[in-house]
């Protein structure tokens, strides 16, 4: 199975099993009203117009979903209307958190949540070293968001963003086997 083949199962839980290095089996939860998928070719445009999405990711996007070491994932509603796009780059042993992005209109329904819960099992195979990324030191519903499936502020990048914002490093690490 490619990516652009994805099978879509239904359950009552979000849940992604991760079949090989880029190949992947999405489970979308029922009582949603939208769908999580691997992002393709024909999602580009779509992606693109999302609010909040860097000017550096509009410019590579199509290069990103055709790179192997990329996992791309996208929230549409039920008619196929693009809500939220996540990326993350996996290297060594391990990744690195890209893109978030959710729509303003469909904010605040868990959208944001399930692209990240889908994004750190696609990785999560591949990255056993722990999960990284930057977010605004203003952006106070993603620091929560982040903070509630485990990520930690372990420093920060001064003038991160073109307007001179810092950016806060999280870093999502496996916790250490606990033997008696």
């Not at 996208?74 to 996996?90: E, I, M, W």
């Not at 990240?116 to 722990?130: C, F, K, M």
């Not at 030191?137 to 502020?153: E, H, K, T, W």
């Amino acid at each position: 199975m490619t990516d652009a083949e994805l099978r879509v199962a239904t359950d009552t839980d979000a849940e992604l099993r991760v079949a090989t290095d880029t190949e992947f089996e999405l489970r979308v939860a029922t009582d949603t009203e939208f769908e999580l998928r691997v992002a393709t070719d024909t999602d580009v445009d779509a992606i693109r117009r999302l609010e909040g999405l860097s000017p550096s990711t509009r410019r590579l996007l199509r290069k990103d979903l055709a790179r192997d070491d990329r996992r791309c994932l996208v929230a549409s509603t039920r008619p196929g209307r693009v809500v939220g796009y996540a990326a993350a780059l996996v290297a060594l042993d391990e990744a690195h958190v890209l893109d978030l992005v959710v729509d303003p209109a469909a904010r605040r329904r868990g959208v944001g949540r399930r692209l990240l819960e889908a994004l750190l099992e696609a990785v999560a195979p591949q990255a056993p070293d722990g999960v990284t990324l930057e977010v605004r030191r203003s952006n106070a519903a993603a620091l929560a968001l982040y903070r509630q499936r485990g990520f930690v502020i372990e420093g920060q990048r001064p003038g991160y963003y073109p307007d001179g914002e810092d950016a806060l490093l999280l870093w999502r690490r496996p916790r250490p086997d606990t033997e008696d």
